[in-house]
């Protein structure tokens, strides 16, 4: 099984613990310390995990993430860096299935608010790794938009989603796709065709699971 989750969870406890606390991000309103309490209340909080998807209880997750980025910076990257082994979402036996995306795109959501950022050269089967979440899951992220949209990352392979309607490519390599589904777009690295109108729409419509 491959580790590509796990060689980019310690990339990004090794770049939050060289920029601080206090270093911008990619995700609105948050800054580093704001992304490592998100990733550290997902793994070690299950009852406030579910507040990332369910709105009922975002009230109680907000409380619990705030508790956790006002600890000690380098006790919090320390619990970044070595999740639980019960954790639901971490366990050895997930981690790379559900991980491998999840901390790609947080270790770009860092790297890419850095004024000295620049695109890294992943290999190619960690391409592959991040390209298979992009298949599974562009359907359920783009359901809602009013075209046809083809992902194409060139080798690899591509997927239509979309909800039907005039027809937009957008061609990139699968990080670069993972990040542009994620809703990520205006940092993703990607070249759109087709439907000029809609291509505009897609760059700046809410995307995301």
């Given at each position: 099984?491959?580790?590509?989750?796990?060689?980019?969870?310690?990339?990004?406890a090794d770049l939050l613990s060289?920029?601080?606390?206090?270093?911008?991000?990619?995700?609105?309103?948050?800054?580093?310390?704001?992304?490592?309490?998100?990733?550290?209340?997902?793994?070690?909080?299950?009852?406030?995990?579910?507040?990332?998807?369910?709105?009922?209880?975002?009230?109680?997750?907000?409380?619990?993430?705030?508790?956790?980025?006002?600890?000690?910076?380098?006790?919090?990257?320390?619990?970044?860096?070595?999740?639980?082994?019960?954790?639901?979402?971490?366990?050895?036996?997930?981690?790379?299935?559900?991980?491998?995306?999840?901390?790609?795109?947080?270790?770009?959501?860092?790297?890419?608010?850095?004024?000295?950022?620049?695109?890294?050269?992943?290999?190619?089967?960690?391409?592959?790794?991040?390209?298979?979440?992009?298949r599974r899951t562009a359907r359920?992220?783009?359901?809602?938009?009013p075209a046809t949209v083809v992902?194409?990352?060139?080798?690899?392979?591509?997927?239509?989603?979309?909800?039907?309607?005039?027809?937009?490519?957008?061609?990139?390599?699968?990080?670069?796709?993972?990040?542009?589904?994620?809703?990520?777009?205006?940092?993703?690295?990607?070249?759109?065709?087709?439907?000029?109108?809609?291509?505009?729409?897609?760059?700046?419509?809410?995307?995301?699971?």
């Open positions: 099984m491959s580790r590509y989750a796990r060689r980019e969870r310690l990339a990004l060289e920029v601080g606390p206090d270093a911008p991000t990619l995700c609105d309103g948050w800054a580093t310390r704001d992304l490592a309490a998100h990733l550290v209340t997902r793994e070690r909080r299950p009852d406030a995990a579910l507040g990332i998807v369910l709105k009922p209880v975002a009230a109680h997750t907000r409380a619990v993430q705030e508790r956790f980025a006002a600890r000690d910076f380098a006790d919090l990257i320390a619990e970044l860096r070595e999740p639980p082994i019960w954790s639901p979402v971490s366990n050895p036996l997930l981690d790379e299935l559900v991980n491998v995306t999840e901390m790609f795109i947080h270790h770009e959501d860092a790297r890419r608010a850095q004024p000295d950022w620049s695109p890294r050269v992943l290999a190619s089967a960690h391409q592959a790794a991040l390209w298979d979440r992009v359920l992220a783009l359901r809602r938009f992902l194409d990352a060139g080798e690899f392979g591509a997927v239509t989603a979309g909800a039907g309607g005039p027809r937009v490519t957008v061609t990139g390599d699968p990080g670069e796709l993972s990040l542009f589904v994620s809703g990520r777009q205006a940092y993703a690295r990607v070249e759109l065709g087709g439907d000029a109108g809609s291509a505009e729409r897609l760059s700046r419509a809410r995307l995301g699971i």
